[in-house]
């Protein structure tokens, strides 16, 4: 993750609010592995995170 990035996407669910994607977070275990998808640089980018 960088500075600016928008998160389009949190594993399966698309984030349309903050507040979806503080719950999600919330909501994740620890050591799992989600898949992001963000707008970086007007572009779509796929990575991979580890919950913590």
Do not use: C, F, H
């Not at 992001?36 to 995170?49: A, F, M, P, V, Y």
Request: hydrophobic share 40%; aromatic share 4%; proline share 2%.
């Amino acid at each position: 993750m960088k500075r600016a990035d928008i998160i389009l996407r949190y594993g399966d669910e698309q984030i349309e609010e903050a507040v979806e994607l503080r719950n999600l977070v919330v909501e994740t275990p620890v050591d799992t592995e989600i898949q992001l998808n963000i707008w970086r640089n007007g572009k779509n980018k796929e990575l991979t995170i580890m919950a913590s």
